[in-house]
């Protein structure tokens, strides 16, 4: 069987994309471990489901771009129901809840941060999203003159609209809000910031500032059973393999050879989910030459480490907190934890009585390089330990209500999702680069997809990116 292609990967980025190319061609997915979804997956440990890494989904209404997506593939969710707020913050004793309505917001955010210009500030937020995400056409393919011409003809109109907001450096643009910033809200915002964007403040521009500020005015969504339940449903009509992981990708004529260590399968073309920095498995010279290059202009460190927790709770949760504490965790470079909670009544995710919950930071894969267990091991120890106590504390939950808990670092996620840095590229200034990485490789019928191309990370950035692809394969949505 020849098939027309096959895609590598079931993130977000390879199961959007296969769902959306199986309604005209033939498509195989093949995935390297025992669950689909990747860094967004689901996984069972000890009967209990829990999310790997995402466990917001958001923007599906079919004018975000998730939802439009969703909707062209023909697929309906189920076990999704709507959160509000989305993430509740606790800083010491302030608790202030990002609700979706801007004046419920706000008076959160005044009774923790007050300010007067706060309303000004967050009406700018919602104006650069609208503007954002109103625009359509986001085209990004610099590897020939039609793409290089299509993208400046797509993106050029958000970027007269936004040039101020692209180019101005976020913590300037914040000086006009608010001249005196307070540290404990500036403290506040980079731990917003690098939720969505992998970056501090100052390191951002003020678009990227928005977005990561704005998503919590759209649509946010729990899943029950895991965020993973959405691939099942993605993939539900695709030929999938999984525990397959791809060995070599070669050419066989004008045909590709894509080999695991059991099987060999051939097709027209080919999608790799794997990222621009791992993706050198790949035996073809000139795509093995476009991942050296992007690997050498993007240094990429960032990685996360999870407590995946299997805890007693009594009483009523929201699903998502963030607690800040005063200084960074050991071998991590956040001061802030992000705790998912599944919904009482969720089956698969909490079972008798245990809840799944999941505790992220984030770090940086070098600090993981250990010269011997013994000191990998101390150091998860120390971890997981403070990210505990830090829950317990935030959360006012007691330890004894604890059943067993577990530290995935860089190198679980290495295991799990074949990448050791998690979340895409930082959407610095610095990064923000002509040399961006695309889909295309410089291998003809060759791509990339997922959260180190463009757009970037997470379900609303890998969702832009795949649109591209589409665009740029010539796929009807
Ligand atoms: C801790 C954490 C929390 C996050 N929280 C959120 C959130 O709440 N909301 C949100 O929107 N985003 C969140 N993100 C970001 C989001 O998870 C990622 O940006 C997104 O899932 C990346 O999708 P991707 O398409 O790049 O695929 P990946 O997640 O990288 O998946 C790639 C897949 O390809 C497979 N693969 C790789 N190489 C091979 C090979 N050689 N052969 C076969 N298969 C292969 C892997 O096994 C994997 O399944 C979070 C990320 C992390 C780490």
């Not at 915002?189 to 678009?207: E, G, T, W, Y």
């Not at 795509?287 to 050296?292: E, L």
Request: aromatic residues 12%.
């Amino acid at each position: 069987m020849i098939y027309d292609y096959i895609v590598v990967g079931s993130g977000v980025g390879g199961s959007l994309s296969a769902s959306l190319l199986s309604k005209k061609n033939r498509v195989l997915l093949l995935e390297g471990t025992h669950y689909f979804g990747g860094c967004s997956g689901t996984f069972v440990k000890d009967k209990i489901s829990f999310n790997a890494g995402a466990t917001t989904f958001n923007g599906l209404k079919p004018d975000m771009p998730v939802g439009e997506l969703i909707e062209k593939a023909g697929i309906n969710l189920e076990n999704i129901e709507e959160i509000n707020p989305t993430i509740t913050v606790i800083d010491g004793e302030k608790i202030i809840r990002r609700y979706k309505e801007l004046d419920k917001f706000l008076q959160q955010l005044n009774c923790g941060y007050p300010h007067k210009n706060h309303r000004k500030f967050y009406e700018k937020v919602l104006e650069v999203n609208k503007i954002f995400y109103s625009h359509k056409q986001k085209s990004f393919d610099l590897s020939s003159i039609t793409g290089v011409a299509k993208t400046i003809r797509s993106l050029t109109p958000l970027g007269l609209k936004l040039k101020k907001e692209f180019l101005a450096n976020s913590l300037d643009y914040l000086k006009e809000y608010y001249p005196d910033i307070d540290e404990d809200y500036l403290n506040y915002l980079d731990n917003q910031a690098r939720i969505v964007a992998q970056a501090k403040v100052k390191d951002i521009s003020f678009l990227t500032l928005a977005l990561a500020l704005g998503y919590t005015f759209y649509d946010n969504y729990n899943v029950k059973g895991g965020i993973g339940e959405v691939f099942n449903t993605l993939l539900e009509n695709v030929e999938t393999v999984k525990n397959e992981k791809v060995i070599d990708v070669s050419k066989e004529k004008d045909l590709f050879v894509v080999k695991s260590k059991k099987n060999s399968y051939k097709s027209k073309k080919v999608i790799l989910n794997s990222t621009v920095f791992n993706s050198d498995y790949v035996s073809l010279d000139k795509a093995k030459d476009y991942y050296q290059k992007k690997k050498e202009a993007f240094k990429i460190s960032q990685g996360a480490c999870v407590v995946y927790l299997g805890i007693r709770l009594e009483g009523d949760y929201n699903h998502h907190y963030q607690i800040l504490e005063k200084q960074n965790f050991s071998n991590c470079i956040s001061n802030s934890i992000f705790v998912s909670i599944p919904s009482k009544n969720d089956k698969k995710m909490v079972v008798d009585g245990v809840y799944g919950v999941t505790i992220s930071t984030h770090t940086d894969i070098n600090f993981w390089n250990c010269e011997t267990q013994e000191e990998y091991e101390k150091k998860k120890d120390v971890l997981e330990k403070e990210i505990i106590d830090s829950f317990c504390k935030g959360l006012e939950v007691k330890k004894d209500k604890i059943e067993f808990s577990y530290l995935g670092t860089p190198r679980t996620f290495e295991r799990f999702t074949s990448r050791q840095s998690v979340g895409g590229i930082g959407i610095t200034m610095k990064n923000t680069k002509i040399d961006y990485p695309s889909s295309v490789t410089y291998e003809k019928g060759l791509y990339n997809i997922g959260d180190t191309v463009f757009a970037g990370q997470g379900w609303p950035g890998v969702a832009i990116g795949v649109k591209n692809l589409m665009g740029i394969l010539g796929e009807e949505l």
